[in-house]
């Protein structure tokens, strides 16, 4: 069995930041690709960042210049730092972690999400 804990929402004002964190444990031998998702108030799902087990790292064109994600294999987790907040990033972030040696998207880990919201 696969346990993911997120943490780090909550409340921040426009231009605030945020970082939210996932640490993945349990039953999987190696981790693959991490990502951030989002649902947004208007139940829209959107694929926020990746960061593959190489390094490579891919952002939405909505957050790039205010978003980073970086992993720390070490300790199994994936960071969101969230910068610039803008009212428009409120949202449920869901983490997502694969295993190594699938492709992305072919067998996805969730976090129970953690609420974002940006007041103006």
């Known amino acids: 069995q696969v346990q993911l804990v997120e943490s780090g929402g909550g409340l921040v004002q426009a231009g605030g930041s945020l970082r939210l964190s996932c640490t993945v444990s349990?039953?999987?031998?190696?981790?693959?690709?991490m990502a951030w998702y989002r649902r947004t108030p208007g139940n829209q799902r959107e694929l926020v960042a990746y960061i593959k087990s190489s390094g490579t790292t891919n952002l939405a064109d909505s957050v790039k210049g205010r978003f980073t994600i970086s992993r720390d294999n070490t300790k199994n987790t994936v960071f969101l730092q969230m910068n610039s907040l803008k009212v428009e990033d409120t949202a449920v972030y869901y983490c997502?972690?694969?295993?190594?040696?699938?492709?992305?998207?072919?067998?996805?880990?969730w976090g129970q999400g953690t609420q974002v919201t940006v007041s103006s």
């Open positions: 349990g039953n999987l031998f190696a981790v693959g690709l």
């Open positions: 997502d972690i694969e295993p190594y040696g699938y492709g992305m998207g072919e067998v996805q880990y």
